[in-house]
């Protein structure tokens, strides 16, 4: 499984943004596709997961109602739209797939596969 995360960049406090995460396959076909991040310093948190199975999704508290994941199974492509940016999104961005359901957390211990992360820079 090859995971190819795209559309990090630079933006300024209220912009958005909108990342791309594509799969060369899904291990199963139930899967749990997360986005996690990691600023400097700071452990890798999490911040959506989407079931390929379903519509089950979760956000974590701190992105709730300005970040939204969706899918497209056919393209084996999930997506993290971000909007109202601000100066503490700056991270890295990973996507992560785990085989199975999704929880109602996100957790990098959970994931199995992992893509190489995108930058993403709010000032």
């Known amino acids: 499984v090859q995971l190819v995360e795209s559309g990090g960049g630079s933006v300024q406090a209220g912009g958005s943004l909108r990342l791309s995460c594509a799969a060369s396959?899904?291990?199963?076909?139930?899967?749990?596709v997360g986005w996690l991040r990691q600023a400097p310093g700071k452990d890798r948190e999490g911040v959506a997961n989407?079931?390929?199975?379903?519509?089950?999704?979760y956000y974590a508290d701190s992105v709730k109602g300005r970040f939204t994941i969706s899918q497209d199974n056919a393209k084996k492509t999930v997506y993290l739209q971000m909007n109202n940016l601000k100066p503490e999104d700056t991270a890295v961005y990973y996507c992560?797939?785990?085989?199975?359901?999704?929880?109602?957390?996100?957790?990098?211990?959970?994931?199995?596969?992992w893509g190489q992360g995108t930058q993403v820079t709010v000032s």
């Open positions: 396959e899904y291990p199963y076909p139930d899967n749990c």
């Open positions: 992560a797939v785990h085989v199975g359901h999704c929880y109602r957390t996100v957790v990098k211990e959970d994931f199995h596969f």
């Open positions: 989407i079931y390929t199975g379903g519509r089950f999704s």
